[in-house]
Structures are given as structure tokens and as C-alpha cells.
């Protein structure tokens, strides 16, 4: 019995005497089958030549990327708080040096996840500190391939993790798209992290929004209206997208406000 994962996506399936015949998550529009064909692997063969690279970006924070990279380069993010540390975001790799560095940095305490493109191996990590509660939103449940006992799936607008670290849940990318606020950030100024519910453009004064990002399908105007009035109340400086890299140190709350009406004129104009 082996645990399969996606090659294209990072998407661990369950247990199998055999890989599964589709990942209906590359299956999917938003994503795409690899033009070589479905390909599967284990965790024990990535462990042969993968590492993690864990940075330190701010004080209390630590990204976790994988080395050389793997499926569509998800990284995730380690968040310190007093009550816990919460895992943002979730990538395939793991292993027992990766394990090791997080506990020295306090362990988890819960792990959440934006979309379903972030899914990855959340049954390894959640099982290697414990059985960790992983938060997903109740709007992209069918799209959770290994159904764990520890996922926790929630509903509505918002889910307070901690008095630090709260999930909104803004919609777009997907129904149930989640960004995750942490108000100690930036100085004290407010993190937002988005995953690519909204995308730190190459003008990194601006972000975009898309529906699929490979197949370049855009999102209506009105759940971009949707993104930017889930995000207008919440006081941020700094935005902290799903790659290395995608960063816009300051100014993020306005950029993202500039940004949405950048994009409804633009798709609107006729």
C-alpha cells in the first residue's frame, strides 16, 4: 500500500495497492493534466533528492518551500503565536528534518489551507505533530481527496484560529477560497496571506484574480467585487502570496482596493 501523489499538482491521495486511475483535482478546469500523462509518486521517492528550505521573513514567521521545487511551487508558512502555531497553507514534501525544524520553533498547533490547489499532503503533516485540526472550508469539501479524521471543516465568513490569527474566507479561485489575516505582522501593522485567491502581480503594486491562473480564465466582476469587500474592513500592510517570492511589503489593504477596480474597468469596458 502507497500514498500517491499528484506529480502536476502536489495532490496526496489514500492508501492504494495501485494509483488512482484520474486526480480529479488536475482533472478539474482550473488546473490541467500533465501533456505527458498522469504521473504519480510517493514521499518516499521525493525523499531520495527533495529537502525543505525554511526562511525567515519576519519576525514569527517562516516559509517552508521545497527544494528542488515540486507540483505547481506551493509554499507554505509557519506562524509563531503565543497560543500555537499555525501551518498556513500546505505542501506536499515533508520529512523528519522539516518535522525536526518546525518543533524547535514551537511545533503546531492547527494547520489551514486556502483552496484545494493547497491541499497537498495534509493527512502527513497534520499526523506528524499530532493529529493536528487542519481547517478547510466547508464551500470545497468535494474536493478533499484524502478525508482525514482531523479536518475540520467550517462555514460562513470567518474562523478565528487564535486572537492573532483569524480565516476569511473571500471566495473567487474557488467557492470556499480562503485568505488568512494575522494581526501581529508587519510591525503590528497586519499580514494578509492569499495563496492566489489574489496574486501578487510582477508589478508588485499590484494583485490580480483569476479563476484558473494555467488556463488563463478569468474571474466575473462580481466576485472580484466580492474579494476586495471581504478584505476592505480588515487592517493590513502586507500581503504574503502562495510562492516564493510573491510579497508586496507595504501599502497591501489599498493596493488590493486599487487593484480590484484596476480589474472590474478593465473586464468591463466594451
Same mark, same amino acid.
Given at each position: 500500500?502507497?500514498?500517491?501523489?499528484?506529480?502536476?499538482?502536489?495532490t496526496q491521495?489514500?492508501?492504494? @495497492?495501485t494509483?488512482?486511475?484520474?486526480?480529479?483535482?488536475c482533472?478539474?478546469?482550473?488546473q490541467?493534466?500533465?501533456?505527458?500523462?498522469?504521473?504519480?509518486?510517493?514521499l518516499?521517492?521525493?525523499?531520495?533528492?527533495? !529537502?525543505?528550505?525554511?526562511?525567515?521573513?519576519?519576525?514569527?514567521?517562516?516559509?517552508?518551500r *521545497?527544494?528542488?521545487?515540486?507540483?505547481?511551487?506551493?509554499?507554505?508558512y509557519?506562524?509563531? *503565536?503565543? %497560543?500555537?502555531?499555525?501551518?498556513?497553507?500546505?505542501?506536499s514534501?515533508?520529512?523528519? %528534518?522539516?518535522?525536526?525544524a518546525?518543533?524547535?520553533?514551537g &511545533?503546531l498547533?492547527?494547520?489551514?489551507?486556502?483552496?484545494?490547489?493547497?491541499?497537498?499532503?495534509? &493527512? @502527513?503533516?497534520?499526523?506528524?505533530?499530532?493529529? +493536528?485540526?487542519? $481547517?478547510?472550508?466547508k464551500?470545497?469539501?468535494?474536493? +478533499?481527496?484524502?478525508?482525514?479524521?482531523?479536518? !475540520?471543516?467550517?462555514? &460562513? =465568513? *470567518?474562523?478565528?484560529?487564535?486572537?492573532?490569527?483569524?480565516?476569511?474566507?473571500? &471566495?473567487?479561485?474557488?467557492?470556499?477560497?480562503? +485568505?488568512?489575516?494575522?494581526?501581529?505582522?508587519?510591525?503590528?501593522?497586519?499580514?494578509?496571506? *492569499?495563496?492566489?485567491?489574489?496574486y501578487?502581480?510582477?508589478?508588485?503594486?499590484? +494583485?490580480?484574480f483569476? $479563476?484558473?491562473?494555467?488556463n488563463y480564465?478569468?474571474?466575473?466582476p462580481s466576485? =472580484?467585487?466580492?474579494?476586495?469587500?471581504?478584505?476592505?474592513?480588515?487592517?493590513?500592510?502586507?500581503?504574503?502570496?502562495g510562492?516564493?517570492?510573491?510579497?508586496?511589503?507595504?501599502?497591501?489593504?489599498?493596493? =488590493?482596493?486599487?487593484?480590484?477596480?484596476?480589474?472590474?474597468?478593465?473586464?468591463?469596458?466594451?
Open positions: 500500500m502507497a500514498r500517491y501523489i499528484c506529480v502536476t499538482c502536489g491521495y489514500p492508501d492504494g @495497492e494509483p488512482p486511475e484520474h486526480c480529479l483535482i482533472e478539474d478546469e482550473r490541467y493534466i500533465n501533456p505527458m500523462g498522469q504521473q504519480w509518486t510517493t518516499e521517492v521525493l525523499r531520495k533528492d527533495r !529537502r525543505n528550505v525554511l526562511t525567515e521573513l519576519e519576525p514569527g514567521l517562516t516559509s517552508i *521545497t527544494d528542488p521545487g515540486f507540483a505547481i511551487g506551493q509554499q507554505a509557519l506562524i509563531q *503565536t503565543p %497560543e500555537g502555531n499555525v501551518l498556513w497553507d500546505c505542501i514534501f515533508i520529512d523528519d %528534518e522539516t518535522i525536526q518546525v518543533n524547535a520553533r &511545533g498547533s492547527a494547520i489551514a489551507v486556502s483552496h484545494p490547489h493547497f491541499y497537498s499532503s495534509i &493527512g @502527513e503533516w497534520s499526523a506528524a505533530f499530532g493529529g +493536528v485540526p487542519v $481547517y478547510l472550508h464551500s470545497d469539501s468535494a474536493h +478533499v481527496m484524502n478525508r482525514i479524521p482531523a479536518i !475540520r471543516f467550517w462555514s &460562513g =465568513v *470567518t474562523q478565528r484560529l487564535n486572537s492573532q490569527v483569524q480565516l476569511i474566507r473571500c &471566495g473567487g479561485h474557488f467557492d470556499g477560497s480562503t +485568505v488568512l489575516h494575522w494581526s501581529r505582522g508587519a510591525d503590528g501593522k497586519g499580514a494578509v496571506f *492569499t495563496a492566489d485567491t489574489l501578487v502581480a510582477s508589478d508588485s503594486r499590484y +494583485v490580480s483569476m $479563476y484558473s491562473y494555467p480564465l478569468p474571474l466575473p466576485k =472580484v467585487r466580492q474579494i476586495a469587500s471581504a478584505l476592505q474592513p480588515v487592517p493590513f500592510d502586507r500581503l504574503y502570496g510562492w516564493h517570492g510573491k510579497i508586496m511589503r507595504t501599502g497591501a489593504h489599498e493596493a =488590493v482596493q486599487r487593484s480590484a477596480e484596476r480589474y472590474i474597468k478593465l473586464i468591463t469596458e466594451v
